[in-house]
């Protein structure tokens, strides 16, 4: 087993700060970032390819780069901490068992984009892990690592917990920056991007979890430490992967990014499918990414290699399911989920999301029509890529997919008039 | 405004949190959290109460409110069942606990017991897929249920 960041550290007695301080070299990066020039703190996130962990992949590094230096309005540094991409339950473990990686990450961060002000913008549902970060965050002000003049280097920042309330849409940057600031969160028209105005109007930055804990072992270890822990040339690092469904153990996994196919994930670390069944689908990227069929699973489980077979990494949230679940059912609950949480700004995603579950219901109730099929891509089609924010694309995306590689499945539906498992 | 129906703890943890924002708006999620916390559900007047402590029209705290499904804006049970049947959950066995908390309890799911005990209603994704299936009872997760294990923990409640 290779050197994990955190996964060896998922466990209570790593939460509290004394723990942190002695075992882990905890606050040892932020005070060495504190007096780094805040341009070689970005070089070194460009040099890791730490790429976000929020599902997009966006190179980190780069992103920092794009606060301007000069603002007359207050910067932010936000911590997206919603996990509400449905299979994605990693940055929870970060949040209740390191929570001080996260801290120490925000604080660095922030010194390096210039903010005084961070938010940790923590899904409703997460009470417990909101109090475990109230808390930590507690530890940290009371020992000079967070507040005025930390460590002593003049720099202040303050760092508040912010608790969503049930919203999926608010995982997406804009609609959570929407939501911080008190609104419905409704994504907003891009540009402006959050980097020239974002919280409160202020040049902000959005990261992941898993993105920003991540940072205090940049700055400690270098960014070529980093990057080159990762297998692949553009994505550096280990990642979180959660698998959930029909697998015999499942839970977060830490690997190398770009070391391991979703086939060694499911048979290797998980231990196989439930009851020795047979694999029928893997959707490897959270809810939102197209479905793969059980031949398609020898493909490393990263973000280009995913691309290239049209789906997607996304947060690396990696859902099983064996042969005997119906797939027109969980299709159908899927687009329930993207029906339920469209926020309804943009009407090819709030008509088109409500149409698709309404169809995909009907199919897998045995009420299906011939023409259903035909109608529902054209009803994705319409969606995908019309629309302000990713919701619709993320929508149109599984409803494409399940139709096309499961299509006898579905007609399998509409002749009989009944789901044939049932 | 007549009397204040919400706690001078509330008050004073709102001019706590007033400091961490550069506007007052931003208290209204935190505000409507703390709200619930004290009354189980938003009542219209504890609405108007938000509003007018942060400065808003009752119609924005409405328009706000009414976006997130974790404000009740109906009265719930003392027992308030979330039951995740999102993908990993459905994979796991969810649906047949929200049918067994229907027939245990002779409601339909979103429903309330009609002694005001228990509310069951399906949940989106709660991120805790790794231990499907998952259901929040009040603010506390409960993980890798069963029938079983849903029945103990139920029947041990007060």
Request: hydrophobic fraction near 35%; include cysteine; proline fraction near 5%.
């Amino acid at each position: 087993m290779s050197e994990t960041l955190f996964a060896q550290y998922f466990n209570e007695e790593s939460r509290p700060l004394d723990f942190y301080l002695k075992k882990m070299g905890g606050y040892t990066a932020s005070k060495k970032a504190l007096s780094m020039n805040q341009d070689d703190i970005i070089g070194e996130m460009k040099k890791s390819n730490m790429r976000g962990r929020g599902g997009a992949g966006f190179p980190t590094g780069m992103k920092w780069g794009f606060i301007p230096k000069q603002s007359a309005k207050a910067k932010y540094l936000v911590c997206n901490a919603d996990e509400s991409e449905p299979g994605t339950f990693k940055d929870r473990d970060i949040m209740r068992y390191t929570p001080h990686l996260l801290i120490e990450g925000m604080v660095i961060g922030a010194y390096a984009i210039g903010a005084n002000h961070g938010y940790i913008y923590i899904r409703g549902e997460y009470t417990r892990e909101a109090k475990l970060l109230d808390q930590a965050i507690q530890e940290a002000y009371d020992a000079g690592c967070l507040g005025k003049n930390i460590h002593g280097t003049g720099f202040s920042f303050d760092l508040t917990v912010h608790r969503g309330a049930g919203a999926y849409i608010c995982g997406e940057e804009t609609g959570l920056l929407n939501s911080l600031e008190g609104k419905r969160g409704e994504p907003r028209v891009k540009p402006p991007f959050p980097a020239q105005a974002g919280a409160f109007g202020g040049p902000t930055i959005v990261n992941n979890v898993e993105t920003l804990a991540a940072v205090p072992y940049i700055i400690n270890r270098g960014g070529e430490w980093f990057s080159n822990l990762g297998k692949l040339e553009k994505s550096g690092g280990t990642r979180l992967f959660c698998v959930s469904g029909h697998v015999k153990k499942p839970g977060v996994y830490e690997l190398p990014a770009g070391s391991v196919t979703l086939r060694q994930l499911i048979y290797d670390h998980c231990h196989g499918i439930l009851g020795d069944k047979k694999l029928k689908a893997v959707i490897p990227g959270g809810s939102s990414a197209p479905v793969l069929t059980a031949d398609e699973i020898d493909v490393v489980a990263d973000i280009e290699p995913l691309m290239k077979i049209g789906t997607m990494l996304g947060s690396a949230a990696i859902v099983v399911v064996s042969e005997d679940y119906c797939v027109v059912k969980l299709l159908a609950r899927i687009t329930r989920f993207y029906a339920h949480e469209s926020c309804g700004q943009c009407t090819p995603c709030r008509e088109g999301c409500k149409w698709m579950e309404d169809i995909i219901e009907r199919i897998e109730h045995g009420h299906g029509r011939e023409e259903d099929l035909a109608m529902l891509l054209d009803i994705s089609n319409n969606i995908a890529g019309k629309t302000l924010c990713a919701l619709g694309d993320a929508a149109a995306g599984p409803v494409m997919s399940f139709v096309k590689k499961f299509r006898a499945d579905f007609e399998a539906h509409i002749r009989g008039g009944k789901c044939p498992s049932a | 405004m007549g009397k204040k129906l919400l706690s001078e703890k509330f008050y004073k943890s709102m001019e706590k949190l007033e400091s961490r924002y550069p506007s007052k708006v931003a208290l209204l999620l935190p505000a409507l959290h703390a709200a619930q916390e004290e009354w189980s559900w938003l009542p219209p007047e504890i609405l108007d109460e938000v509003g007018a402590y942060i400065g808003v029209h009752p119609a924005q705290v409405r328009e706000v409110a009414s976006f997130y499904t974790m404000y009740n804006l109906k009265p719930v049970g003392k027992y308030h069942l979330k039951i995740c049947t999102n993908v990993a959950c459905c994979l796991r066995g969810s649906e047949e606990l929200v049918e067994h908390c229907e027939k245990k309890f002779g409601i339909e799911r979103g429903e309330t017991t009609p002694d005001k005990r228990f509310t069951v209603v399906e949940e989106e994704c709660l991120g805790a897929c790794g231990t499907a299936p998952a259901m929040m009872l009040n603010d506390d997760y409960h993980e890798s249920l069963t029938v079983s294990k849903l029945d103990q923990l139920l029947d041990h409640l007060e």
